[in-house]
């Protein structure tokens, strides 16, 4: 789009657009943690993010079944983005009967009239280093920017080395001369918070507090809602034991 001096809509700082720059922040976030917070701050700070979508998985389709319900890791995603300006919990993958696959959720935003050049997907570096098993590799890194931060023990610039067919499409930012199609993989060498959702769910079962690992909102939650303290998927230790299928609504 043309303004009428006739020149473009977008404004180009350092190369990049200062329209929108929206993150997709996607996970199993079982349970949402400091480790994501830093995540999230880090690609939200570097890139210049003017909104930041968490987005709990669905079905993860590496991964085995979450042990909180989607009802209860999408509050606590909720609770955790309150107070945080910009940063939005989405229900879009859990709306979905369906595995949650990045391509299809990059999808959506397309089809609600974002670009590829708008979107940056924020990942982590152990995540991002699988990229390459992932469904509809390699036309998924026209779709999107790639926001990757470092992970304990994952530093974000060893995915050069780790995936040399993808370092001439790596940067750190800021970066400057990227033109509107461009779309690039942002290494981000931040510190974040060495914790994962295993630890958590293993302090919990053990009976372990998990304060400081999480938001004191979502430390909260996970208490009064009994989190985590039985080892079967949406199950919680005070529940009863479970009755036989039949004659229950949906089987
Ligand atoms: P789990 O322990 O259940 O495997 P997790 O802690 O790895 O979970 P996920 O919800 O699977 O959390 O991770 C979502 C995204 O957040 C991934 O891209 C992952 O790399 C990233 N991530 C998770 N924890 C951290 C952390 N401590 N530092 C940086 N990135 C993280």
């Given at each position: 789009m043309?303004r009428?001096?006739?020149?473009?809509?977008?404004v180009?700082?350092?190369?990049?657009?200062?329209?929108?720059?929206i993150?997709?922040?996607?996970?199993?976030f079982d349970?949402?943690h400091?480790?994501?917070?830093?995540?999230?701050r880090?690609a939200?700070s570097?890139?210049?993010?003017?909104r930041?979508f968490?987005?709990?998985?669905?079905?993860?389709p590496h991964?085995?079944?979450?042990?909180?319900?989607?009802y209860?890791?999408?509050?606590m995603?909720?609770?955790a983005?309150?107070?945080?300006?910009?940063w939005?919990?989405?229900d879009l993958?859990l709306?979905?009967?369906?595995?949650?696959?990045?391509a299809a959720?990059l999808?959506r935003f397309?089809e609600?009239?974002?670009?590829p050049s708008?979107?940056f997907f924020?990942?982590?570096?152990?995540?991002?280093?699988?990229?390459e098993?992932w469904r509809?590799?390699?036309?998924?890194?026209d779709?999107?920017?790639?926001?990757v931060v470092s992970?304990?023990?994952y530093?974000?610039?060893d995915l050069?080395?780790?995936?040399p067919?993808l370092a001439?499409r790596m940067?750190?930012?800021?970066?400057?001369h990227l033109?509107?199609?461009?779309?690039l993989?942002f290494?981000?060498?931040a510190?974040?918070a060495?914790v994962?959702?295993?630890?958590i769910?293993?302090?919990r079962a053990?009976?372990q507090p998990?304060?400081?690992?999480?938001?004191?909102?979502v430390?909260?939650?996970i208490?009064q809602q009994?989190?985590?303290t039985?080892?079967?998927?949406?199950r919680?230790?005070?529940?009863?034991?479970?009755?036989p299928a039949?004659?229950?609504l949906?089987g």
């Amino acid at each position: 789009m043309e303004r009428p001096d006739g020149r473009a809509r977008f404004v180009y700082t350092q190369g990049m657009t200062t329209d929108r720059r929206i993150g997709i922040f996607g996970g199993t976030f079982d349970p949402i943690h400091c480790g994501h917070i830093d995540l999230g701050r880090a690609a939200e700070s570097a890139l210049a993010l003017t909104r930041l979508f968490l987005i709990p998985a669905n079905v993860p389709p590496h991964r085995p079944q979450p042990l909180a319900s989607s009802y209860h890791r999408f509050a606590m995603v909720s609770l955790a983005v309150a107070g945080r300006p910009g940063w939005r919990a989405s229900d879009l993958e859990l709306r979905r009967d369906a595995p949650s696959y990045t391509a299809a959720t990059l999808k959506r935003f397309h089809e609600r009239g974002y670009a590829p050049s708008e979107l940056f997907f924020v990942i982590g570096a152990d995540a991002f280093a699988e990229i390459e098993a992932w469904r509809e590799y390699p036309d998924i890194l026209d779709r999107t920017h790639f926001a990757v931060v470092s992970r304990t023990g994952y530093p974000a610039p060893d995915l050069r080395a780790r995936l040399p067919l993808l370092a001439p499409r790596m940067a750190r930012p800021p970066v400057g001369h990227l033109t509107r199609l461009d779309t690039l993989i942002f290494l981000i060498d931040a510190p974040t918070a060495d914790v994962s959702s295993t630890d958590i769910r293993e302090r919990r079962a053990r009976g372990q507090p998990i304060t400081g690992l999480v938001d004191l909102g979502v430390q909260q939650h996970i208490e009064q809602q009994g989190l985590y303290t039985s080892m079967i998927p949406g199950r919680r230790g005070s529940d009863p034991p479970p009755r036989p299928a039949a004659g229950r609504l949906n089987g």
